[in-house]
């Protein structure tokens, strides 16, 4: 079992930027791919980017693609999400997940965090 503790969510002003961390414990071996997903209200929950663990390739969702920035830190099991240029529209709470394979897809989450709230403000 892998276990994610993301952090670093709040409020911010447009244009403004923030950096979510996520970190990972337990059978950290199983790690292969890692990602954020997000969830705004009424929607369903959707990709925002992924990493993989060792060949830093890099996939991110067309609209925060220019903004938002991944890398990760495989030393201390963590993972780091950069959020610049940051719109009303990328309100939404954000997932860590483990990913089985290079996808954007929920089905293919091994793993989620509890999640941690973005708020943008216009």
């Known amino acids: 079992q892998v276990q994610l503790v993301e952090s670093g969510g709040g409020l911010v002003q447009a244009g403004g930027s923030l950096r979510l961390s996520c970190v990972a414990s337990?059978?950290?071996?199983?790690?292969?791919?890692m990602g954020w997903f997000r969830q705004a209200p009424g929607k369903e929950r959707e990709f925002v980017a992924f990493?993989?663990?060792?060949?830093?390739?890099?996939r991110y969702a067309e609209s925060v693609k220019g903004r938002f920035t991944l890398s990760r830190d495989n030393a201390k099991n963590a993972m780091y999400l950069q959020m610049d240029s940051l719109k009303p529209e990328d309100t939404a709470v954000y997932y860590c997940?483990?990913?089985?394979?290079?996808?954007?897809?929920?089905?293919?989450?091994?793993?989620w965090g509890q999640g941690t709230q973005v708020t943008v403000s216009s």
């Open positions: 990493i993989t663990w060792s060949g830093s390739i890099t």
């Open positions: 997940a483990r990913l089985t394979s290079w996808s954007k897809s929920t089905r293919d989450v091994g793993s």
């Open positions: 337990g059978d950290t071996l199983q790690i292969n791919t």
